[in-house]
């Protein structure tokens, strides 16, 4: 059974840092794209970044570019999200999720799985 577990949230002010982590099991995890994902209260879920199996290739959404930085261990079966100069717009609750295949997608049906979702803060 695939599990996912999301790490690395919490309250910040905005301009600060946050590393968020996710650990997969039950799966070859090095076969596989990751995605962040996060949904603000009262918003539909959105695509945050994604990287593909090898990591050698990530997408950003336009929001976070230059900011937030996706990278993965596949030793460690786990995937990173770095966030850098926090804005309160990015207060949400953040997903991990493996994709179906190797290669990344920004939409939310090329994930199968699901971790349980850590929350951000970011106050002003």
């Known amino acids: 059974q695939v599990q996912l577990v999301e790490s690395g949230g919490g309250l910040v002010q905005a301009g600060g840092s946050l590393r968020l982590s996710c650990a997969a099991s039950?799966?070859?995890?090095?076969?596989?794209?990751m995605g962040w994902f996060r949904q603000a209260p009262g918003k539909r879920r959105e695509f945050v970044a994604a990287i593909r199996y090898s990591g050698t290739t990530a997408g950003y959404a336009d929001s976070v570019k230059g900011r937030f930085t996706i990278s993965r261990d596949n030793a460690k079966n786990t995937v990173y999200l770095q966030m850098n100069s926090l804005k309160p717009e990015d207060t949400a609750i953040y997903y991990c999720a493996m994709g179906i295949g190797a290669y990344y997608d920004t939409r939310s049906d090329g994930y199968d799985y699901w971790g349980q979702g850590t929350q951000v803060t970011v106050s002003s």
């Open positions: 039950g799966r070859t995890f090095s076969r596989y794209a």
